[in-house]
């Protein structure tokens, strides 16, 4: 059944509905605090599982403001300053205390992920001289994530919503 809904509102879901919730490259923005992975939890029904992946660093900037490098952007939010690591992911579900997380790691391949979409997108350009210009950022970002911390990668999360007892 399509729907459209915005994550950012009230969904009309009833409690306890679904089996398991996905979020694919998503959830960075619009469930960076705890109220609102409780919000989108309460429609999980008991022992359900939700599985997030995405876009992340591979660790928290040390005093966690958003490094340069990822501020140049070609006129679009990339909405770097809501990405975080998989360690940080962890901590906000369980801040919530209705899942166990089993799982919430970077992927070893996900700066390769990123570099393959750069690939991807040069290919469909042919790699213009235009194009090229217009995705140095890109390409910055990737070269600095091959070099430094934090970089950029994909994270995945598993997690099962506790059984309370009522």
């Given at each position: 059944l399509p729907m459209d809904l915005d994550a950012r509102e009230p969904l009309p879901f009833p409690d306890d509905y679904f089996d398991a919730l996905f979020c694919m490259q998503s959830l960075h923005s619009f469930g960076t605090t705890a109220g609102v992975l409780r919000s989108r939890l309460r429609h999980l029904k008991p022992g359900g599982r939700f599985v997030v992946g995405g876009t992340c660093f591979d660790e928290e900037p040390e005093d966690g403001r958003l490094l340069a490098v990822?501020?140049?952007?070609?006129?679009?939010?990339?909405?770097?300053?809501?990405?975080?690591?998989?360690?940080?992911?962890?901590?906000?579900?369980?801040?919530?205390?209705?899942?166990?997380?089993?799982?919430?790691?970077?992927?070893?391949?996900?700066?390769?992920?990123?570099?393959?979409?750069?690939?991807?997108?040069?290919?469909?350009?042919?790699?213009?001289?235009?194009?090229?210009?217009?995705?140095?950022?890109l390409i910055d970002q990737i070269t600095y994530s091959r070099e430094r911390s934090?970089?950029?990668?994909?994270?995945?999360?598993?997690?099962?919503?506790?059984?309370?007892?009522k």
């Open positions: 990822f501020t140049r952007t070609q006129g679009w939010d990339a909405e770097y300053n809501s990405y975080h690591s998989a360690g940080w992911w962890k901590g906000l579900f369980e801040e919530t205390r209705l899942v166990d997380v089993s799982e919430s790691r970077k992927l070893a391949e996900g700066l390769i992920m990123w570099e393959d979409e750069v690939l991807y997108h040069g290919e469909r350009a042919r790699w213009t001289e235009e194009w090229l210009q217009d995705s140095r950022w934090p970089g950029l990668t994909h994270y995945v999360l598993t997690a099962r919503k506790k059984n309370w007892s």
